[in-house]
């Protein structure tokens, strides 16, 4: 094959070019930290990137509304506690009572029930962020409300204003979690507060609670318990959805990089390699281009 | 006449001879840097011997005229490689810009944006009587129908520069056609004096290397060397004229025409044919997928928010959260954008409830598209890396195309192209040649002197 100058240069151009172009992919490689900048990149590794980089924001929500469903719960069960404690003092107030040896008088008796139920209606209506945590979904009016009655007994009658509706959370791809106790659950509605009213009518009118009241405050406190071991068991299910949500955010990240992020490594060996290339084009060139024939001729 | 003025005349030929060569020479290394011109040799032959007693004589030497070194086959082989690379060139170019419009993989891109909204929901679905958490939902359902909305004006926007690109390429066309046409008048008419004009023959092959980078042309020659250009089986140029090329939008399309009003052609190569496939058919496809996005989107949404109830008393409800159909048009209902109270969170009325938060946020892997397989998700990702491979493939088409074309230039090259140490070569040899026909001249004139001296006294 005859070779004539223009076509040296011609691929020396040729040829540089394709090793400045690469030597250029590389340093954007580099200096981005990524090997796929832009879709053609590496199309098929965009799609798992844009998949991935939609899963992980889903796991990062995921796990904040985990993260809101603790708080909320957390909320619900130190209310639960507080109930708990309360009834532990319903029932020795009504020891007391039955008591006949004890000084104090039923009186007496009556107004330390009216405190706690006070304290109780307080507690059932505990909010949490701008919400009523027992009311089911009517979260934006207070679930309980004690009304004097006009024609008594009962001296007040109490109602719920909640309902039973259940609030899911979500918390995992097609995974939801109920992040509420309603009143229902955790006071069988208006039972609980029925019997302290009555038993404190009952003191203050002189007469001692009847064990049928023992047995419903009793079973006021095993319903609140009930429910306390609920929210608990769904507290712990909630830690352990945490955290895999975290070790699935690990193990996306780390997908996610064997995608999309340059190998650090192999692309700077790969530079040397290019670098090293470009050099000697460019030595080779220096020394060829200018040659020819004329040079030698005097 | 075996006389000393045939060996005068044969030494004359000569200086001449090597002169011409010199001179073909000098035009070539003149000419070494001048894009498509093809080297010149001076056809050296023998001239008609003469009939002596002594047998045929030589009468030295003739230039027979002075050829281009270039092969026809090359050249054909060069324009179809050239036509299918700008092609795939142009293509990738377009596909570049509207690569770069999508902005993938970003968290600020549509893909990005498309999770936000829909974690918005599931923020809307924790908090559903959260004012804050009403803001964030209008905040990115803002946001994700602002960028349907740019990409779709951005991709828009540059289908409609391309019709000026049209224009500039036809005008282009119609130049390099009717320089042809006069180009191939000179060489004819330079044929029928008996001439050939081998620079004007390099212009031709240039004009139409530089043509099929254009358009797809098929070139024909007659008898007499006369080329015929033809595209898609119409003549555009010869010797003859040059018929012009004009382009018209027609609907949705936009269609070049032979001459005003003539027949439309199939234009299927070269950059122009890039450009109109990407305006025919890649970018009004690629559009019409984004609208598909954006109006499943809608649909859902809206069908699944009409259906929830907003806050107050009592709660609102049938309201839509997005207005529009398509991604040009989509836009968060300006009432809802005016009063995030109308965002329907709950399914039944009750502030707290979010049953219709959960449902919206469910949207986003819910497999509404390509008949209930995909969903907007996986249809705008798959979206995205289609048009990545796209840009790879032709990427890689007119890499490949580059190479092909490189080696052909290569070999035309060598057939064509000069090479200076062989012009300085044959500088010496002509320069060897001259100086030997002198000395031929000098010694017949030494022998004419001898005579002269025998016969004067």
């Known amino acids: ?298 | 006449m075996s006389g000393l003025s045939l060996i005068l005349e044969i030494g004359r030929r000569a200086l001449q001879a090597q002169q011409v060569g010199i001179a073909v020479t000098s035009h070539n290394i003149a000419n070494a840097t001048t894009p498509g011109y093809s080297r010149e040799r001076a056809g050296f032959v023998p001239s008609s011997p003469l009939m002596t007693p002594s047998g045929l004589l030589g009468t030295g030497v003739d230039v027979a005229g002075v050829t281009r070194m270039r092969d026809a086959f090359l050249d054909q082989q060069a324009r179809d490689v050239n036509q299918s690379m700008s092609d795939a060139a142009m293509q990738n170019q377009i596909l570049t810009q509207i690569q770069s419009t999508f902005n993938e993989p970003s968290d600020t891109a549509l893909s990005g944006l498309l999770t936000g909204f829909f974690n918005s929901w599931q923020s809307l679905a924790v908090n559903p009587e959260d004012s804050a958490a009403r803001n964030s939902v209008l905040q990115a359902g803002t946001q994700l129908a602002q960028s349907f909305h740019t990409l779709s004006t951005q991709i828009t926007q540059l289908r409609t520069s391309l019709q000026t690109d049209v224009s500039d390429k036809i005008t282009k066309i119609n130049t390099l056609t009717s320089q042809l046409s006069q180009l191939d008048l000179q060489i004819t008419n330079a044929q029928a004096l008996g001439r050939t004009d081998n620079d004007a023959m390099d212009q031709r092959d240039e004009k139409l290397q530089e043509l099929s980078g254009l358009i797809n042309i098929q070139v024909s020659y007659d008898a007499r060397g006369s080329m015929t250009v033809s595209t898609g089986g119409s003549a555009i140029a010869s010797g003859a004229g040059a018929v012009a090329l004009q382009s018209s939008v027609q609907g949705n399309q936009i269609v070049v025409g032979l001459g005003a009003g003539g027949p439309a052609l199939n234009v299927t190569g070269g950059e122009l044919g890039g450009v109109l496939t990407m305006y025919n058919s890649t970018i009004p496809a690629t559009l019409t997928e984004l609208d598909q996005a954006a109006g499943t989107l809608i649909t859902r949404v809206n069908q699944l928010h009409q259906a929830g109830y907003g806050l107050g008393t009592p709660p609102s409800t049938g309201v839509a959260f997005f207005t529009g159909t398509g991604a040009a048009d989509i836009a968060v209902n300006a009432a809802v954008a005016a009063n995030s109270n109308l965002i329907a969170a709950s399914g039944d009325g009750t502030p707290g409830n979010n049953t219709t938060a959960l449902a919206i946020a469910g949207v986003h892997t819910e497999k509404l598209m390509n008949g209930n397989s995909a969903s907007i998700s996986d249809f705008y990702n798959n979206m995205v890396s289609t048009l990545g491979s796209s840009v790879d493939s032709t990427d890689n088409q007119s890499k490949q195309q580059q190479a092909v074309l490189t080696g052909l230039q290569n070999q035309q090259s060598s057939v064509s192209g000069v090479s200076l140490d062989e012009e300085m070569t044959n500088l010496i040899t002509f320069q060897n040649g001259y100086s030997a026909a002198a000395k031929v001249i000098s010694t017949v004139d030494s022998m004419f002197q001898t005579i002269m001296n025998m016969v004067s006294p």
């Open chain 1, 1 to 298: 094959m005859r070779i004539t100058q223009g076509r040296i240069v011609a691929d020396f151009l040729y040829n540089l070019n394709n090793t400045q172009n690469r030597i250029s992919q590389l340093q954007t490689q580099l200096s981005t930290g990524r090997r796929v900048n832009v879709p053609s990149d590496d199309p098929e590794a965009a799609d798992m990137i844009l998949r991935l980089n939609a899963s992980l924001g889903r796991n990062e929500q995921f796990a904040a509304n985990v993260d809101a469903a603790q708080s909320m719960l957390s909320t619900t069960t130190s209310a639960l506690d507080g109930v708990q404690q309360l009834l532990g003092q319903v029932q020795s107030v009504m020891a007391q009572a039955g008591d006949g040896a004890k000084s104090t008088s039923l009186g007496t008796l009556a107004d330390t029930m009216d405190g706690i139920l006070s304290q109780l209606a307080g507690l059932a209506n505990t909010q949490f962020d701008g919400k009523y945590v027992f009311g089911g979904t009517q979260t934006q009016t207070a679930p309980y409300v004690l009304t004097p009655n006009a024609a008594p007994p009962p001296s007040q009658t109490v109602t719920y204003n909640g309902n039973a509706g259940v609030i899911d959370y979500p918390v995992g791809e097609g995974q939801v979690q109920q992040a509420n106790v309603t009143g229902q659950t955790a006071f069988g509605g208006t039972a609980l507060f029925d019997t302290i009213i009555r038993v404190r009518d009952n003191l203050r009118a002189g007469i001692p609670p009847a064990a049928a009241d023992e047995t419903a405050v009793q079973n006021a406190l095993n319903t609140v318990l009930n429910a306390s071991g609920t929210a608990g068991t769904i507290q712990q299910s909630l830690d352990a959805t945490s955290a895999q949500l975290t070790q699935q955010h690990t193990q996306l990240l780390a997908l996610r990089s064997v995608h999309q992020d340059t190998d650090v490594a192999s692309a700077t060996l790969n530079m040397t390699q290019e670098q090293t290339t470009l050099q000697a084009a460019l030595s080779v060139g220096a020394k060829i281009l200018p040659m020819s024939l004329v040079n030698f001729l005097s």
